[in-house]
């Protein structure tokens, strides 16, 4: 028996853009087909290959989504008027950004806490080189915007060119609601601000949630 060299191969195969009452079985089994069968692109399908559809796209076909409204509805009933943190969101413009618009549309002032240098996916705010020389340890120092700013200015991230706090901050005024911007790495500085929490960090949100609640936090979600 041949030994087995090659380990997985993932493909990225583009589909046409789905819209609510789409035939989703339909498109992917044309989209793969068709990838197979591109000259520039071809390859064989063989058995036991894995055809994976993001949850999106079947979401997106069934209209099985929450609007901005829906969230802000939702949000506005679990904290009333409350000051709310937003706490560890990834920097995103088509991901994020919107469930933030709903966020702050259901309340009077978010406290955006985010993660530094980077987010949990790797989106830099700033260089971890520039952190040293500022001589910043972000495992134990707190930044204000205002500090934030005075150490390291205006950053645009590398491939969007977005300021993300300035971006963030237009999000959430555009809603009506107020703002303050907080750089930290432990999710119980949130609570020097406010003790309503909404944990936006991914990986970590049950272990965010948890230590919240231990250190007194009202409401966690």
């Known amino acids: 028996m041949e030994e087995r060299l090659i380990g997985t191969i993932s ?7 789905i819209r609510e009452g789409d035939d989703l079985a339909k498109i992917v089994v044309d989209s793969v087909i068709n990838a197979a069968a591109s000259s520039r692109y071809g390859f064989e399908i063989q058995d036991k290959d894995i055809v994976a559809v993001t949850e999106a796209v079947v979401a997106r076909a069934q209209g099985n989504y929450a609007s901005i409204d829906n969230i802000a509805a939702d949000v506005k009933e679990k904290f009333g008027d409350a000051s709310v943190g937003v706490i560890f969101p990834i920097l995103s413009r088509n991901r994020f950004a919107i469930c933030l618009k709903g966020i702050a549309r259901g309340v009077k002032k978010v406290v955006l806490m985010l993660s530094y240098p980077s987010d949990e996916v790797g989106n ?49 005024k555009e809603q009506g609601a107020e703002v303050e911007v907080v750089l930290a790495n432990d999710c119980r500085t949130i609570l020097n601000y406010t003790d ?13 949630k948890r230590r919240l609640l231990a250190a007194g936090a009202k409401k966690v979600y």
């Open 124 to 172: 830099h705010l700033i260089d971890e080189d520039e952190l040293d020389a500022k001589g910043v340890n972000p495992w134990a120092d707190v930044l204000s915007e205002e500090k934030y700013r005075e150490l390291f200015g205006y950053k645009k991230h590398t491939f969007t060119g977005v300021d993300y706090i300035e971006y963030y901050k237009d999000v959430i």
């Open 11 to 17: 493909r990225g195969v583009r589909a046409p853009i």
């Open 196 to 208: 309503n929490v909404i944990c936006c960090d991914i990986h970590t949100r049950a272990r965010s």
